[in-house]
């Protein structure tokens, strides 16, 4: 019987198996190693993750995603007041203070707990792994932020509960890290020896988390580990609003006063994010009938982005020194920067790297997968 690992992420899930000496990652029912933290109601039908996802521009109401912060926390919380403002599905206060999430289904309206949306997207991933791996899934290991609190980590472990799932431990996403890290290095120092001081950057969708840690054969310390709720979706939401601006004045179109408007450009501009890491040239945005039948073109570059995105990358700058700071690690005594999450491919946070830390980031572990691999690692 195998355990697997589970990184639930804000954006993305993946999940990992340690197997024959190895770790492997597993692909979805679409042959995804990325499944979308989203679930979707229909009529009588339940859609999770891929499929989920791919329906939501034309469901928003019923498409739940972007979840994980609402984990642990009540409706009044300034976190969840703060995920409100980017939410396109209906979100309320429940009689005992705590997160409702309202939906469409059988019929009715029915409000569920953010623990009982996350179980059914544990239960999906649980699902995929099982049809993969051809054998019964019950035990997982299950990566959590390392700033979540007890009450949120309390709301995963029931969340997993309530998917049928035995979870034997929840670890730190960095702690993840650094064990897929530390895994395949067969050139660390001998326990007696001075440690090898790693920085770990795991910049996501939702937050940002800096670790450093000190490795020995066979040995790892966590020596600090700062974060900040500062992610890839604030630098689609900068841009978002550089482009409602230029439509107001340019096209007379506000994409803020028609939900499905404001989501089909804050697709774009997240496509346009992307290719902004690999090109530093003037890229275009076309957007056909995008509202009122108005076709709508723009362009951008990737120093606009920075320009928008200042305070942003200041926020990082800060995480950063911070964790310098608290590791009291000088320069010197850093080996390298691994740099992890499908944010840390923007080239100005590596550009924060090198000027704080003095040295070029290092990719020697999957940006994608290390944490759910090491959450896999966790239970071998
Ligand atoms: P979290 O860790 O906050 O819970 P997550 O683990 O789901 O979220 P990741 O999968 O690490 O997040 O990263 C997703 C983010 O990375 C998205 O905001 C996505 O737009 C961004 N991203 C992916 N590829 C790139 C790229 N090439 N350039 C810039 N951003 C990218
Ligand atoms: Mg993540």
Same mark, same amino acid.
């Given at each position: 019987?195998?355990?697997?690992?589970?990184?639930?992420?804000?954006?993305?899930?993946?999940?990992?198996?340690?197997?024959?000496?190895?770790?492997?990652?597993?692909?979805?029912?679409?042959?995804?190693?990325? $499944?979308?933290?989203?679930?979707?109601?229909?009529? #009588?039908?339940?859609?999770?993750?891929?499929?989920?996802?791919?329906?939501?521009?034309?469901?928003?109401?019923?498409?739940?995603?972007?979840?994980?912060?609402?984990?642990?926390?009540?409706?009044?919380?300034?976190?969840?007041?703060?995920?409100?403002?980017?939410?396109?599905?209906?979100?309320?206060?429940?009689?005992?203070?705590?997160?409702?999430?309202?939906?469409?289904?059988?019929?009715?309206?029915?409000?569920?707990?953010?623990?009982?949306?996350?179980?059914?997207?544990?239960?999906?991933?649980?699902?995929?792994?099982?049809?993969?791996?051809?054998?019964?899934?019950?035990?997982?290991?299950? $990566?959590?932020?390392?700033?979540?609190?007890?009450?949120?980590?309390?709301?995963?472990?029931?969340?997993?509960?309530?998917?049928?799932?035995?979870?034997?431990?929840?670890?730190?996403?960095? $702690?993840?890290?650094?064990? #897929?890290?530390?895994?395949?290095?067969?050139?660390?120092?001998?326990?007696?020896?001075?440690?090898?001081?790693?920085?770990?950057?795991?910049?996501?969708?939702?937050?940002?988390?800096?670790?450093?840690?000190?490795?020995?054969?066979?040995?790892?310390?966590?020596?600090?580990?700062?974060?900040?709720?500062?992610?890839?979706?604030?630098?689609?939401?900068?841009?978002?609003?550089?482009?409602?601006?230029?439509?107001?004045?340019?096209? @007379?179109?506000?994409?803020?006063? #028609?939900?499905?408007?404001?989501?089909?450009?804050?697709?774009?501009?997240? @496509?346009?994010?992307?290719?902004?890491?690999?090109?530093?040239?003037?890229?275009?945005?076309?957007?056909?009938?995008?509202?009122?039948?108005?076709?709508?073109?723009?362009?951008?570059?990737?120093?606009?982005? &920075?320009?928008?995105?200042? #305070?942003?990358?200041?926020?990082?700058?800060?995480?950063?020194?911070?964790?310098?700071?608290?590791?009291?690690? $000088?320069?010197?005594?850093?080996?390298?920067? &691994?740099?992890?999450?499908?944010?840390?491919?923007?080239?100005?946070? @590596?550009?924060?790297?090198?000027?704080?830390?003095?040295?070029?980031?290092?990719?020697?572990?999957?940006?994608?997968?290390?944490?759910?691999?090491?959450?896999?690692?966790?239970?071998?």
């Amino acid at each position: 019987m195998s355990v697997i690992g589970i990184d639930f992420g804000n954006e993305s899930c993946y999940v990992a198996v340690a197997k024959a000496g190895g770790i492997e990652t597993i692909a979805n029912d679409y042959s995804l190693r990325a $499944t979308p933290s989203c679930v979707a109601f229909t009529g #009588n039908t339940r859609t999770l993750g891929v499929a989920a996802k791919n329906q939501q521009v034309t469901n928003l109401r019923n498409t739940v995603c972007g979840f994980k912060h609402f984990l642990g926390r009540k409706f009044k919380d300034p976190v969840v007041q703060n995920e409100l403002q980017s939410t396109l599905y209906r979100v309320e206060e429940r009689p005992d203070g705590s997160v409702g999430i309202r939906v469409d289904y059988m019929g009715e309206e029915q409000v569920f707990t953010p623990e009982q949306i996350t179980a059914m997207l544990l239960t999906k991933l649980k699902v995929d792994a099982t049809s993969e791996l051809k054998t019964q899934i019950y035990d997982c290991v299950i $990566t959590v932020p390392s700033y979540f609190t007890n009450a949120e980590r309390k709301a995963l472990l029931d969340a997993a509960g309530i998917a049928g799932l035995n979870c034997l431990r929840l670890i730190n996403e960095t $702690t993840a890290t650094a064990l #897929n890290y530390g895994f395949y290095k067969q050139d660390l120092p001998e326990p007696e020896e001075k440690s090898r001081n790693v920085v770990f950057v795991d910049f996501g969708h939702s937050a940002i988390q800096v670790s450093a840690c000190a490795f020995n054969k066979g040995k790892l310390k966590m020596l600090a580990a700062t974060s900040d709720l500062v992610g890839g979706r604030d630098v689609d939401m900068m841009l978002a609003e550089h482009f409602r601006k230029e439509f107001m004045t340019k096209y @007379k179109l506000d994409p803020r006063s #028609n939900k499905k408007s404001f989501l089909r450009l804050l697709t774009e501009v997240e @496509k346009l994010k992307k290719q902004m890491s690999a090109n530093s040239t003037k890229l275009p945005l076309n957007i056909e009938c995008f509202m009122n039948d108005v076709d709508v073109q723009s362009s951008i570059q990737r120093v606009d982005m &920075e320009e928008l995105c200042k #305070n942003l990358f200041q926020r990082i700058e800060d995480v950063m020194k911070r964790c310098l700071r608290d590791s009291k690690l $000088t320069l010197d005594e850093i080996h390298s920067v &691994e740099i992890v999450g499908g944010s840390s491919r923007i080239p100005a946070v @590596k550009h924060l790297i090198e000027q704080i830390f003095g040295k070029t980031s290092s990719t020697t572990i999957n940006q994608d997968e290390a944490v759910s691999r090491g959450g896999a690692l966790q239970c071998a």
